[in-house]
């Protein structure tokens, strides 16, 4: 196990390590770098200025070299990166990492709620549609799963948006919580800090839902043939020979087995929603890490776009290696290692 | 105040039926927002207008006064923050307005004026090409004089100071000055220049005061103590972050937001908004027009760019881009002015003899015949047998430009010219391909940059560093019939007709060398001007009520903020 632990943990290192240098090369390969995308805002916005003043204005804002010879921006990105520094923002003026730190609780919010109620769902569904397998339920309810599946979520969101907040009025139509509404996370505050909570979550709640509504249909889909797959089983025939109520063997034997594989997808889920929130985030103008890689790539901020990248990056490995580690602990029968 | 309510209606009256204003001091206060969008995320918003990362750029038209304002309906300078003004051949005096307090209590003084003067110049203003800086003194609490390096005509110097904000108080701002007085970068005590400064919470001088920035709004408070302070029925001003054009227009839509200030806004949206919301056009004084690299084996011949002229409908560009919006350039030389007729107007006796260039493939073809091109299979080749082939840039995200260009490209494309349109995205356009190594044959550029005076689009045009460095084009001499004739050889100096238009003594000197450069323009075509742009500005009148159209008022930048100044833009009784 302990080798296994080792070896696991190099691959961790060594895939967020190839990743980030893949996307620092990749991004700097853009047409384009941040005193270009300084110039084209300035002369987008001030047509009057004069070239002396946009020049004085690029040369301020930009606290970066991009000038200096690849190699030597990637060394010391890295060595700054290794310090824990992910560098200052070119755009925002303020350092990459509280920029991540004031927008991640909020996409990490949205998507951890939206990935729970999609995952309840799903895998509900998905048992219920195993076990009736074959009725009138079972083939509905696997239509409308691969339906729901294949459309993308900001489809469902920009149909929510427009439906439920701008033309019925339910819903708002952006935001993280009300301007009237002051944050408040205090113990020993309990009503303003459940009424806070309550807002945000009604200033989530369509982003949450169309990202379920996608993601429950992919998760049903694999119970049922999981849940198909074990209900087959030679144990489960003993089961009911041995007269065990029907509630402990849906629970104990089919749902058991069948949830395993389910957990590693969920924790990879969550790492590629994050990346996936970018676009959900512009249509409900929802000021998460989404929004500040959309104005990072626009600005070509590269130190913001590498530490948005990164924390994706790490969390979609962070996922795979902890759903690998703590597989074992779930199932023994996948437990691997020293002890075999 | 019942007198009045016949006047206060609902709002549902068509674009047609006016409303008549009530006079402010009859108003009664009502307490609440007029509420438009920004695209900050309130958050991360900064005040110093010298960082452009994250400064409000709307919000600072409520928040500070600008120096003078420009009525664009009759082309007159409106006081501001300066309430007058006399300009002679060696020096200016500007005479503070009365009254104006900045938001920390402090009186606003001529101290302050030459404050911002001197910062403006110290940070690149083209102002320091004829004002010298070190004359700039507050001769008494209010008043302020400067001498000029050379004179320079009143309506100009104006455009200059209609693009400075009183926004520089002494807290924020005079140790920056004084670095800069005594020889250093412009460094504040913290080693921070003037474009990294930030600033929070900003001292304003307008008559909206900082309130707080709060989860996606940022929240402005009527001024009391401002002299325009009564002519306001309402408490606050409210700015929400929207980002994208088409959340900005279903809030306003839905009756969420009160007015957009400045947006592109298709017909098709425009027709879709409810009748109580008010649209505003207003002169942009800038427009898109053909940029050429006259370095280009092609296109630095005169001939091709004067055939490609006569083979583009300016008409059916402007009309594809933005039919409401967007006017074709009448007479390509230079001069804005095409959305009132105007621009003609400078031309006087000689516009007969100016170009037109009407679509005439014939006369297209005889110049590029002329330039040593010939038609093979359909499509030019010149001498070399090279095809006259060239990539078209635009940016992206000017949807009215792309539309424009492929309007221009199947003209170009029907006649043999094998015009291929290339998106750019913005950084890459500006960046690398106008400003940067990556270069162009041919691209889009604005061929004025929004001061209406002829003579700042020439000297754009004609002798700008732009001119130069990006169009490679040679200004030292070129040699054309003389102004309106066909025949004849003579020689024009940009440089020295732009130095004797910015000191012509009269309206007919003046006009005399506008027409000498316009011609160069027009005979050159060192750019060729295609349309010419209006903003559009929306206010919704259902909890507000707004001047028509044809105020004067409302042809200032922008109607969702210099009415209010007014009382011409006025909060309804709940």
């Known amino acids: 196990m302990k080798r296994y632990l080792v070896e696991r943990t190099g691959q961790l290192v060594v895939t967020i390590f190839a990743v980030m240098s893949l996307t620092f090369f990749l991004i700097r390969g853009l047409p384009g770098g941040p005193a270009d995308a300084i110039r084209a805002d300035l002369i987008q916005n001030n047509p009057e200025m004069s070239t002396d003043q946009i020049n004085r204005r690029v040369e301020a804002q930009l606290n970066v070299m991009p ?7 990637y060394v010391s990105y890295v060595a700054a990166l290794l310090r824990g520094d992910m560098g200052q923002s070119i755009s925002q003026g303020a350092p990459v990492t509280e920029i991540i730190a004031s927008a991640a609780p909020w996409t990490i919010f949205m998507i951890g709620t939206a990935v729970a ?69 205090n ?107 959309i104005e990072a790539l626009q600005l070509r901020d590269y130190p913001l776009m590498m530490g948005v990248f990164l924390i994706i990056t790490i969390t979609v490995a962070l996922g795979v290696y902890v759903a690998d580690l703590t597989y074992g602990m779930i199932d023994p029968r996948a437990s691997v290692g020293d002890s075999q | 105040m019942s007198s ?97 307090t900045w938001h920390n209590g402090t009186d606003i003084t001529a101290e302050d004026l030459v404050r911002k003067l001197k910062l403006e110049i110290h940070d690149g203003s083209n102002l320091g090409n004829y004002v010298d800086l070190d004359t700039i003194v507050a001769s008494d609490d209010s008043t302020v004089e400067m001498e000029l390096e050379q004179t320079v005509g ?41 474009g990294e400064f930030t600033i929070e919470e900003p001292i304003g001088s307008g008559p909206f005061a900082f309130e707080q920035t709060v989860e996606q709004e940022l929240h402005l408070e009527r001024f009391e103590d401002h002299p325009d302070a009564d002519n306001i029925n309402f408490s606050g001003y409210h700015c929400r972050f929207l980002d994208t054009n088409e959340g900005r227009w279903q809030e306003l839509e839905a009756g969420e937001i009160d007015g957009l200030h400045t947006v592109f806004t298709p017909p098709h949206i425009v027709d879709g908004f409810p009748d109580h919301v008010r649209e505003f056009l207003l002169e942009s004084n800038f427009g898109m027009g053909i940029l050429w690299d006259h370095d280009h ?51 006087g006796d000689h516009a007969d003899g100016f170009n037109q260039y009407e679509v005439d493939t014939d006369r297209a073809a005889e110049l590029l015949e002329s330039a040593g091109f010939e038609r093979e299979d359909g499509t030019w080749v010149d001498e070399d047998g090279d095809v006259l082939e060239f990539p078209v840039k635009a940016p992206s995200g000017y949807s009215d430009w792309v539309d424009a260009i492929q309007t221009f490209n199947d003209a170009l494309n029907d006649f043999g010219i094998e015009a291929e349109f290339v998106s750019r995205d913005e950084a890459a356009f500006w960046g690398q ?31 700008s560093w732009d001119t130069e460095n990006v169009r490679n084009y040679d200004n030292s001499e070129i040699e054309l019939p003389p102004v309106g004739e066909e025949s004849g050889s003579e020689t024009f100096v940009p440089e020295e007709d732009l130095q004797e238009l910015a000191t012509a003594a009269d309206a007919e000197e003046e006009r005399e060398y506008v027409q ?6 027009n005979q050159d075509l060192v750019m060729l001007p295609v349309m010419e742009k209006q903003d559009q500005s929306f206010i919704s009148r259902d909890r507000f009520m707004a001047a028509s159209t044809d105020d004067p008022d409302a042809h200032v930048d922008f109607p969702t903020t210099y009415l209010v100044r007014k009382g011409k833009l006025v909060a309804r009784e709940e």
Request: hydrophobic fraction near 40%.
């Open chain 1, 67 to 73: 000038d200096a010879p690849l190699h030597e921006q």
């Open chain 1, 117 to 185: 109620f999609a995952f309840v769902i799903g895998i509900s569904a998905g048992a219920i549609m195993a076990y009736r397998e074959g009725t009138k339920f079972d083939t509905n309810s696997t239509v409308l799963a691969i339906l729901m599946n294949s459309i993308p979520d900001y489809i469902y969101g920009l149909i929510f948006l427009w439906g439920l907040s701008y033309q019925l009025g339910v819903f708002p139509t952006g935001g993280r919580f009300s301007s009237t509404t002051e944050p408040t996370v």
């Open chain 1, 187 to 293: 113990p020993l505050a309990p009503v303003e800090t459940l009424t806070f909570f309550g807002d945000a979550l009604y200033h989530a709640a369509l982003p949450i839902t169309s990202i379920v509504f996608v993601a429950w249909g992919g998760w049903a889909l694999g119970m049922r043939g999981n849940s198909i797959q074990v209900l087959g089983e030679d144990y489960l025939r003993v089961a009911r020979l041995r007269g065990l109520p029907q509630r402990r063997i849906a629970l104990r034997y089919v749902g058991r087995n069948a949830i395993l594989p389910m957990y590693t997808s969920m924790l990879i889920t969550i790492g590629f929603l994050l990346g996936g929130s970018i676009i959900i985030e512009q249509v409900f103008a929802y000021p998460g890490m989404g929004y500040y890689m």
């Open chain 2, 4 to 100: 009045l309510a016949g006047c206060f209606g609902n709002g549902d009256d068509g674009p047609g039926e006016e409303e008549e204003l009530p006079d402010p001091s009859e108003t009664e206060f009502v307490d609440t927002e007029f509420v438009t969008p920004v695209v900050v995320p309130p958050q991360n918003m900064q005040f110093n207008p010298y960082n452009d990362s994250n400064y409000p750029w709307r919000p600072g038209l409520v928040l500070f006064d600008d120096l003078v304002y420009l009525e664009k309906l009759d082309n007159t300078f409106r006081p501001g923050a300066v309430a007058d003004w006399t300009v002679t051949e060696s020096d200016v005096t500007l005479e503070l307005r009365d009254g104006l």
């Open chain 2, 154 to 194: 009143e309506e100009m110097l104006l455009n200059f100071f209609m693009e400075i904000t009183l926004d520089t108080p002494a807290e924020y701002y005079q140790e920056f000055l004084e670095d800069f007085e005594d020889g250093g970068e412009g460094e504040n005590a913290d080693g921070e220049t003037l």
């Open chain 2, 297 to 347: 084996k092609h296109f630095g011949q005169r001939e091709v760019r004067q055939a490609i002229a006569h083979v583009i409908d300016r008409e059916t560009v402007a009309s594809n881009a933005g039919p409401n919006t967007e006017a074709p350039v009448s007479t390509p030389s230079g001069i804005l002015g095409n959305h009132d007729g105007t621009a003609d107007e400078w031309l």
């Open chain 2, 433 to 463: 391909d106008i400003y940067g190594d990556e270069g162009f044959d041919v691209a889009l550029h604005e061929w004025a940059n929004v001061q209406r005076h002829p003579y700042f689009s020439l000297e754009w045009l004609l002798d």
């Open chain 2, 516 to 521: 000498r450069l316009a011609w160069v323009v």
